[in-house]
């Protein structure tokens, strides 16, 4: 079977994405520098290469050496705090990083699929409809929003000048096992962790701010889908297509603590989801994991490596 390189695999939806090339029997080879990525997550069976994709000589070789079918491009700088703080530390890690992927890419003649960011992406302004489509205009609030749109122009960039094979899929707000309860991202997992802490969480804003929420699992079928029938130069939204709250998903979480409340964050939207119509007619893709199931998974989940943290309590997820 072909070989595939994941940048980002030792993180949560990387992991998750190289355990299902794996399953396939696929030669898998990983770039994380662990930054965020633990080797915890690492599968068993996948080559590990720590290795910063801002370094664009060492992914080059990297391609060279393994010939990939694939480049699933999914390391980020994707908090959008540090990226306000810190603009251009986040343009090098989003902007470069993607530029020496689709460089290490061109070299072998790989395809390259790309995590972007769906609400991020298009922002919020008057007349934007919810669910969005794919074909309404992006106005990011964020740096990191604007990061992975310039990302998508540079696929786009490389398909025009070169003929280079990219998909980009435009990510809900992605949550499931393996997600960290202790990170800035993932506010599934960061109140499950409280919760079973005992420590109220924390609703930054009213909590009526919606989002489109998706399970891991069906996010890693999108991209198994877009590698094997996904058209050149496209771009998908991946999300259930359904706007939910802050306060809808501690409802879901069964959480029984009044929340503390904080001033909203600056660069956060109001309200985000994402038209999933365009996946479904061209990548045969729909999400199919119940929110509720979802929730309940990633609390079991989380409260499993909550009894025993030195544990790898990661099992394959049924993508």
Not at 19 to 35: C, F, K, T, Y
Not at 186 to 215: E, H, N
Not at 258 to 281: I, W
């Amino acid at each position: 079977m072909s070989a595939a390189i994941v940048t980002g695999g030792a993180g949560f939806i990387g992991s998750n994405l190289a355990d299902a090339l794996l399953a396939q029997g696929r030669e898998v080879h990983i770039v994380d520098n662990l930054v965020h990525g633990t080797r915890a997550k690492l599968p068993a069976d996948a080559v590990f290469h720590e290795m910063d994709i801002r370094d664009a000589a060492g992914m080059k070789a990297l391609a060279h050496e393994t010939a990939p079918k694939t480049i699933f491009h999914l390391a980020a700088q994707a908090d959008v705090r540090k990226a306000i703080e810190e603009p251009g530390f986040d343009a090098d890690v989003n902007v470069i990083g993607i530029i020496n992927v689709l460089e290490a890419a061109r070299a072998v003649g790989a395809k390259v699929i790309f995590a972007s960011t769906g609400g991020a992406g298009y922002g919020e302004y008057e007349g934007l409809p919810i669910p969005t489509p794919e074909t309404c205009e992006t106005r990011p609030l964020s740096h990191y929003g604007q990061s992975k749109m310039c990302g998508e122009g540079y696929c786009g960039l490389y398909g025009r000048l070169y003929g280079l094979h990219t998909v980009v899929l435009r990510l809900g707000n992605v949550y499931g096992p393996r997600q960290d309860p202790h990170g800035e991202a993932g506010v599934v997992s960061i109140f499950a962790g409280r919760m079973l802490d005992g420590i109220r969480p924390k609703v930054f804003g009213d909590g009526l701010q919606t989002r489109d929420y998706v399970y891991v699992g069906d996010v890693v079928r999108a991209f198994l889908a877009a590698e094997d029938t996904g058209p050149a130069g496209e771009v998908f939204n991946i999300g259930m297509g359904a706007e939910i709250s802050v306060l809808d998903l501690l409802e879901g979480l069964g959480c029984d603590m009044d929340p503390e409340f904080h001033p909203a964050r600056t660069g956060e939207l109001a309200r985000s989801a994402l038209a999933n119509g365009k996946a479904k007619e061209l990548l045969g893709w729909s999400p199919i994991m119940p929110l509720d199931e979802g929730l309940q998974a990633t609390y079991k989940a989380i409260a499993e490596q909550h009894r025993s943290p030195d544990s790898r309590p990661w099992g394959f997820m049924d993508v």
